[in-house]
């Protein structure tokens, strides 16, 4: 096994730049660089030169295994922060034959030693790239252990309930209950309740990860580029009065009531002979079926169109131009009046959609999946226990292999069983250092 190093702060010049080292040959390193001998988990200053050229006077901390982050001996580098510090002292490193860490493999070796589970490790990646408060929450649940727990439950149900079956056939002859794999069904059942509610709040977890999606739609020159620039405070589209002014779907991230916010402007819908906008139009359309909300935008005075043969009854109405004409809203649907030139009914809107964020993406349980990866497996699993659900009744040892299958796709969750086909995938999104 080799020994790592990387930079664990941001590059640049700063204040502090911190190198972390990991693998069997970090303590020769240390007494290489004149800081041997430092007890463990105590932060020492030493002043760090190599064969006689001074480095830098740091802070040096020693982790020893196994209790560190990677499980291996480990140590931490605090730098003076100039580039010039950083390149010297890395040179070293290189000089001593350690080597540059991978993408992710600081935590990949924690994995591997065992000190995080795979879940785990996906919410080190999460905890970095959190943007809001309700992507750090979840990322911090999820480091902590929740979503492995809520998979090791699934896991649990169904090995109690693959027991049952297979001690009906490997031990036909002992004094066993007749029928004892049929006594596994009730097990199954809650299972499959379990498994068929946490794909239905799949989307849950993944849009806090990924951001919720909110698109505008409606006719030509009803203002939704106006409010578009009004609810991502700059002006981000162009705004005219020529009908058709917007021909592609224009995007713009920012954080409402502490969830990450996907908003998009689009096309007018109308009915075009124009080539270009005609394909404005059905990325117009293709973007507004995506979304977890649209908002119909609507003049006063504008006639059915389009746009109200595309609207959905949750589609929030937003009626535009309140300054120029004042709509009486509908009776028969929500609807919020506003104008960006005087900014009237704006601070209801923004409320409105923070109310609508905590009531889609909070909840009292913690969400059982939060990637992609994680909504394949649990697919996988619920298919296979409810064929083996249906073999029950039937040929209970058709059953146990289907039971089988499905512990063997919740374990690849966590990283129990049958990892390496994934770990690329994984750990190729971390940062270096990481």
């Not at 007890?39 to 982790?63: E, H, I, T, Y």
């Not at 239905?200 to 009803?222: C, F, K, P, Q, S």
């Not at 620039?229 to 002014?245: C, H, M, W």
Request: net charge negative; with cysteine.
């Amino acid at each position: 096994m080799s020994t790592i190093f990387a930079l664990a702060t941001p590059p640049g010049r700063g204040a502090i730049a911190i190198v972390r080292l990991s693998g069997p040959g970090v303590n020769q390193a240390l007494a290489a660089l004149g800081a041997g001998g430092l007890k463990p988990r105590m932060a020492s200053l030493r002043d760090l030169s190599l064969d006689g050229r001074a480095l830098d006077q740091a802070l040096v901390l020693r982790f020893p295994a196994p209790n560190s982050y990677t499980g291996e001996d480990c140590a931490e580098l605090h730098l003076h922060g100039g580039r010039a510090v950083v390149e010297a002292v890395s040179d070293a490193l290189l000089t001593l034959d350690l080597r540059l860490a991978e993408p992710g493999e600081f935590t990949r070796r924690a994995f591997e030693n065992g000190r995080m589970d795979l879940a785990q490790a996906e919410a080190v990646a999460d905890l970095i790239d959190a943007e809001t408060t309700a992507q750090a929450a979840q990322a911090l649940g999820q480091l902590d252990g929740a979503l492995s727990q809520t998979y090791a439950g699934f896991r649990r149900d169904l090995l109690k309930a693959l027991a049952l079956v297979e001690a009906e056939i490997d031990f036909p002859d002992e004094e066993v209950p007749d029928n004892l794999a049929r006594t596994a069904g009730p097990v199954l059942d809650g299972l499959i309740a379990d498994l068929q509610a946490a794909l239905a709040d799949a989307r849950r977890g993944e849009r806090v990860r990924e951001g919720y999606r909110i698109v505008l739609i409606g006719e030509t020159n009803a203002g939704k580029s106006s409010l578009f620039n009004a609810l991502v405070a700059r002006e981000a589209a162009i705004v005219t009065p020529i009908a058709g002014t917007t021909r592609d779907v224009l995007d713009a991230d920012l954080i409402i009531g502490g969830y990450a916010v996907t908003l998009s402007d689009t096309a007018g819908l109308r009915d075009s002979t124009d080539p270009i906008e005609a394909e404005g139009v059905r990325r117009a359309r293709a973007r507004a079926e995506q979304a977890d909300l649209r908002l119909w935008v609507r003049a006063p005075g504008d006639p059915d169109g389009p746009a109200t043969a595309f609207v959905r009854t949750d589609d929030l109405l937003v009626l535009t131009k309140a300054d120029i004409d004042r709509a009486a809203p509908p009776s028969d649907r929500e609807a919020l009046v506003v104008s960006t030139e005087t900014g009237e009914g704006l601070g209801a809107l923004h409320d409105w959609l923070a109310a609508r964020l905590a009531h889609d993406l909070s909840g009292a349980d913690f969400p059982a999946v939060t990637r992609e990866r994680h909504r394949r497996r649990l697919t996988e699993a619920l298919e296979s226990v409810e064929a083996g659900r249906r073999a029950l009744d039937v040929a209970p040892e058709m059953a146990g292999d289907d039971l089988r299958r499905a512990a063997e796709s919740l374990a690849r969750v966590t990283g129990a069983i049958g990892v390496e086909d994934i770990l690329g995938e994984v750990f190729s999104t971390f940062c270096i250092g990481k």
